[in-house]
């Protein structure tokens, strides 16, 4: 690492700016196409650049070339903890960047990742995005029979980027669903919006893609754990669990997007915070999500689900300590080709199975289950590739099968940030 201070004298005035040099590593075989770097604040500072927790903007070059970066809040106390940005790695690549504090913002950003949360308006309109908003107790979900629009655009929260888009649903059903995206341009500020437009038919962006019901749709949670009998007992993260539920805008692009969903449940009698935050960015099938869960539940697992609707087949691979399961098949709304898959660590111990396909809260489900283990946040990342996205990876198993290879050897493997 060096660091430069450089000093300028003009008309009497002095500025200071410190300069910061970093090497960031694909410790992979693996070519990487539009990696997420993430460099968090208390390293800058570490290295040299001083008061950089203060900076509104910030410089990085790549052999002179301006990268566009973003500073991101993980945990929503308004300060930033990560400066990251978007680059491509050949096999084993090491890049050297720098890095300095800038005057003023000098990117011409175009957006890739999105989050927002859009209530209706008494005119039946949909107002700007909130930052912050409280579930009514116990909301359910809208009786299209009776309404033609949902008190929220598409239900609820949704995270976009240039390839997918997620939506989860703000009521009882707390489920995750999924818009497949035939165009890189982002549309959920108006996907929903109109009724003589409907997201379920397919159009020049895309549709949603999803058959839900009662599975675990694209990710959604449920709780493995004992009942006060001590039998095994799986538990939809949703309902009459849920006691309290609300949602926090974290980041909101251009290149990274989050929100945070806090949950208080009650499990047989018990009280638990659950808190779970997801993300998204650019240039990747997936949202990551980081699940805590306390105080912790002893002997219990999160489950993670899969809708398991028209033809499918389910699968897993084991490698680099990392645990994939998922299904292929002509299984998405529009009957074409659709792979969706879960990511996870195995350090603690996964399991596999499928839900059954009837009487039962959660059905029709492939299952992913993570041990829940104290003071370690549970995490995954959960992929949609459909064919009318990007053909070159749906359009066969083998071929999908292939991506999420390589895609859990890069999630083993971060970009290492060296000094």
């Known amino acids: 690492m060096k660091c430069f201070v450089v000093v300028c004298l003009l008309f009497g005035i002095v500025n200071c700016a410190a300069q910061v040099k970093l090497k960031i590593k694909n ?3 693996i070519e990487r196409q539009n990696e997420l770097v993430r460099i968090p604040v208390k390293k800058l500072k570490h290295i040299g650049l001083k008061k950089v927790e203060n900076a509104k903007f910030l410089s990085v070059t790549i052999n002179k070339e301006n990268i566009i970066n973003q500073t991101v809040d993980l ?6 903890d990560e400066l990251v940005f978007i680059t491509d790695f050949s096999p084993n690549e090491t890049k050297s960047l720098d890095i300095e504090i800038a005057n003023k913002e000098t990117q011409n950003i175009t957006a890739f990742a999105h989050a927002r949360l859009k209530p209706q308006l008494a005119d039946g309109s949909f ?3 909130v930052p912050f908003l409280e579930m009514p107790f116990q909301n359910p979900p809208t ?4 309404k033609s629009l949902p008190p929220y655009l598409t239900e609820g929260p949704a995270l976009e980027n240039d390839k997918n888009a997620f939506r989860l649903y703000f009521d009882t059903r707390n489920t995750k669903d999924i818009y497949g995206k035939r165009q890189p341009r982002l549309v959920m500020d108006s996907v929903g919006s109109n ?3 409907s997201y379920h038919h397919l159009s020049d962006w895309g549709m949603d893609i999803l058959h839900v019901e009662k599975s675990l749709g694209a990710g959604s949670l449920a709780i493995k754990t004992k009942n006060p009998k001590g039998d095994d007992t799986l538990v939809r993260v949703a309902g009459k669990l849920i006691t309290k539920e609300s949602y926090k805008l974290l980041n909101d692009g251009p290149l990274f997007a989050s929100f945070r969903m ?3 449940i009650s499990l047989f009698g018990k009280a638990y915070s659950l808190i779970e935050t997801m993300s998204i960015w650019k240039g990747q099938y997936f949202y990551e999500s980081r699940i805590t869960i306390s105080p912790k539940l002893d002997n219990s697992y999160l489950v993670l689900g899969i809708a398991d609707f028209f033809q499918n087949k389910m699968d897993s691979i084991k490698q680099n ?5 998922y299904s292929y098949g002509k299984q998405s709304e529009n009957k074409d080709e659709l792979g969706m ?4 660590h195995d350090n603690y111990g996964v399991f596999l199975k499928d839900a059954p396909k009837a009487n039962s809260d959660i059905t029709f489900s492939h299952l992913l289950g993570e041990k829940i283990a104290r003071g370690v946040a549970n995490e995954f990342r959960f992929y949609s590739c459909w064919i009318l996205t990007n053909g070159a990876i749906a359009n066969t198993e083998e071929n999908f099968r292939s991506f999420l290879g390589n895609e859990a050897v890069k999630y083993a493997h971060p970009i290492e940030i060296l000094e």
């Open 341 to 344: 898959a879960i990511v996870a």
């Open 75 to 80: 945990d929503g106390d308004g300060k930033w």
């Open 143 to 146: 009786d299209f029979s009776e």
């Open 127 to 129: 107002g700007a995005a």
């Open 195 to 197: 009724t003589k437009h």
């Open 262 to 264: 806090d949950y208080n």
């Open 321 to 325: 300590k990392t645990t994939v399961v």
């Open 27 to 29: 410790a992979t075989n």
